[in-house]
């Protein structure tokens, strides 16, 4: 199995970036597809952006795209996220998600098997 840690939230002024890192130890890196969830305040948990094990494929949730960026470096064993344009939305609780690679990059939460602690990610007007 791969243990996950989240880092890099904050507080942050409306039209503003953060970058948030998942370290993964424990089992190979690349045996797993990466993704990104949120929970924000009374909302349930959704898909944000994922990324396939080997780099080459990605999808983001369309809230997102065109302002978040999701990447991995499977030498460093992370995968980050890098948002920009951050909106009073987009605050949330992320979480780092892994599944097998062998499966399709899931876009829903059961589909992921390892999940991270969580890192908060607060954005204000």
């Known amino acids: 199995q791969v243990q996950l840690v989240e880092s890099g939230g904050g507080l942050v002024q409306a039209g503003g970036s953060l970058r948030l890192s998942c370290a993964a130890s424990?089992?190979?890196?690349?045996?797993?597809?990466m993704a990104w969830f949120r929970q924000g305040p009374g909302k349930e948990r959704e898909f944000v952006a994922a990324?396939?094990?080997?780099?080459?494929?990605?999808n983001w949730a369309d809230s997102v795209e065109g302002r978040f960026t999701i990447s991995r470096d499977n030498v460093k064993n992370t995968v980050d996220l890098q948002m920009n344009t951050l909106k009073p939305e987009d605050t949330a609780v992320y979480y780092c998600?892994?599944?097998?690679?062998?499966?399709?990059?899931?876009?829903?939460?059961?589909?992921?098997?390892?999940w991270g602690q969580g890192t908060q990610v607060t954005v204000s007007s």
């Open positions: 990324i396939s094990w080997s780099g080459d494929d990605r």
């Open positions: 998600a892994a599944q097998p690679r062998e499966r399709q990059i899931g876009i829903r939460d059961y589909e992921y098997n390892y």
């Open positions: 424990g089992r190979t890196f690349t045996s797993y597809n």
